[in-house]
């Protein structure tokens, strides 16, 4: 295996679980997880609270991640939020986001109305989108546009830019319809109203939990698939990056890391493989975990955070109201606030010192939160790479990679974040059908 993140890991669980296989893992860094991390950030008086670096939730829609942490022995230590609503920041206010929406198209036009995020033209284009009759869509599209055509730009302005934006770190004039928002893709497949068609598929009664956690954090999934792969024999080589594939000889191999290096790993052997892989790009994302006293955060926050959509002028992207969100981080002294920036086409954190973004993310928690005081613990990750950005024609670049690679170098797969969906679930699918194909592939002679 090719890196040690979660699809890594999930690749390589999978692989050893297969009776005579041997698994070797080589992650580049010191540490397992990859994008998956959670540390102590420590406060003043020298007490720590374990918090997230990254992710911290992951789709219960898609059920690879529950499965695997059942497989694990986690189950006991799965959690979910504490609060569902999420906020947006509009024209430099605070207000709630619709709570029935498929990732910002509404479903419920009075309970879109009530929200006064949009003009009354703005709600009436809504409106109007229910009595379309456009064809089934049977091409890839970029979101921002098409749903602009639909139902109103002010609704992608306000709403959907900046949810499916603010998941993806991206631009949803260039993302893609079909991989970004596979649920949106496929009720326009049915032609008709969109809205219409999103209705028909909302699940009956109680739909449960959207998200689920790990009580102490998602790192808890990383060192228990380290702690049961070391188990089963697995070799885990960490501090350890793998320059060229020909030291694996003919080993089967999933390569799980971000695209450039893929490409890198590949090229030799597959030129038209690394040259779709050059296309696959990734913006980077700076987290910064700030810990206030509880006093000097003014409001209820009864919320689980607030997207900050580009055309607000700030320089955070999002605030995860941590403490609000997560029951096992609040103390009942604190407030733990996790502020981003970066984004597609906003690399100004990168370029700035950690003290310079902790300094300007405070001028906008100032602004738009009222918070005043100083916080007591302060902790900056930096996810260079973080998030690949998935634009329009990606699933078919996705299938010209693998079939390249199945042509060239048929004993190599690539799975991860760069492919075929970058939530952990995702990943965790990814890596364990990667593993099982090569294997089918080797066991056929393939
Ligand atoms: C800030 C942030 C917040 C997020 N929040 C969420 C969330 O709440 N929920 C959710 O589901 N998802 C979330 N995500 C997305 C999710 O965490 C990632 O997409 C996922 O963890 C990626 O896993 P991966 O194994 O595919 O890739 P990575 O985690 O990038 O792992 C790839 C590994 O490969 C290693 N590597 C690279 N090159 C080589 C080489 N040549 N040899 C050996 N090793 C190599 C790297 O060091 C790295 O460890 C978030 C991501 C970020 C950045």
Redesign the pocket.
């Known amino acids: 295996m ?7 890991l999930a690749a390589s669980w999978e692989a050893s679980g297969h009776p005579g296989v041997h698994v070797v893992l ?4 010191d540490r397992l997880g ?3 991390r959670t540390s102590p950030v420590r406060l003043d008086g020298g007490t720590e609270l374990l918090v997230d670096e ?6 219960a829609r898609v059920p690879d991640a529950v499965e695997l942490c059942r497989e694990l022995g986690l189950d006991d230590e799965l959690t979910e939020p504490a609060i569902g609503r999420a906020m947006v920041v509009h024209r430099g206010s605070l207000r709630f986001l619709p709570t029935d929406t498929v990732l910002g198209v509404p479903l419920d036009l009075e309970v879109l109305a009530g929200t006064g995020l949009l003009s009354e033209h703005g709600t009436a284009a809504v409106a109007a989108e229910l009595d379309r009759d456009d064809p089934p869509l049977s091409v890839d599209v970029a979101i921002g546009p098409f749903l602009s055509e639909r139902l109103g730009p002010e609704l992608v302005d306000t709403l959907v830019g900046p949810l499916i934006g603010g998941i993806n770190a991206g631009d949803v004039d260039q993302l893609s319809l079909s991989a970004v928002t596979p649920q949106l893709a496929d009720a326009a497949a049915d032609g008709g109203s969109l809205i219409a068609a999103l209705r028909r598929r909302r699940p009956a009664g109680n739909p449960g939990p959207v998200f689920h956690g790990l009580l102490g954090g998602t790192g808890r999934l990383v060192e228990a698939l380290a702690e049961q792969l070391v188990a089963r024999g697995v070799e885990l080589r960490t501090g ?4 060229d594939l020909a030291s694996t000889g003919d080993d089967p191999v999933v390569i ?3 695209a450039p ?1 893929a490409a890198q ?1 590949v090229r030799q052997w597959s030129p038209d493989a690394a040259t779709e892989l050059d296309h696959i790009t990734h913006s980077s ?1 700076t ?1 910064v975990t700030f810990v206030f006293e509880r006093d000097d955060v003014p409001g209820p926050l009864d919320a689980s955070g607030v997207l900050v959509p580009p055309g607000e002028g700030r320089f955070a992207t999002a605030v995860s109201w941590g403490s609000s969100k997560w029951a096992h981080w609040d103390d009942g002294r604190h407030v733990v606030l996790r502020a ?1 920036a970066g984004r597609i086409g906003d690399d100004r954190a990168a370029h700035l010192s950690d003290d310079e973004v902790v300094a300007r993310l405070l001028d906008d928690l100032s602004d738009l939160m009222g918070v005043a005081a100083d916080p007591v613990g302060v902790r900056v990750s930096r ?1 260079p790479l ?2 690949a950005q998935y634009t329009v024609g990606h699933l078919e670049r996705v299938e010209r990679i693998e079939a390249a690679l199945a042509a060239d170098l048929p004993r190599v797969a690539v799975a ?2 760069a492919y075929r969906g ?4 995702a ?1 965790i699918r990814q890596g364990r059908n990667a593993t099982r194909q090569l294997l089918d592939r080797m066991r056929a002679g393939g």
């Open positions: 090719v890196g040690g993140g979660i699809t890594g080589h992650e580049a860094e990859g994008k998956i990254g992710a911290d939730a992951f789709l350890h990056r793998l320059d799980t890391s971000p290096a790993l994302v987290l981003s996810w973080g998030f991860g974040a970058l939530g952990i679930p990943c």
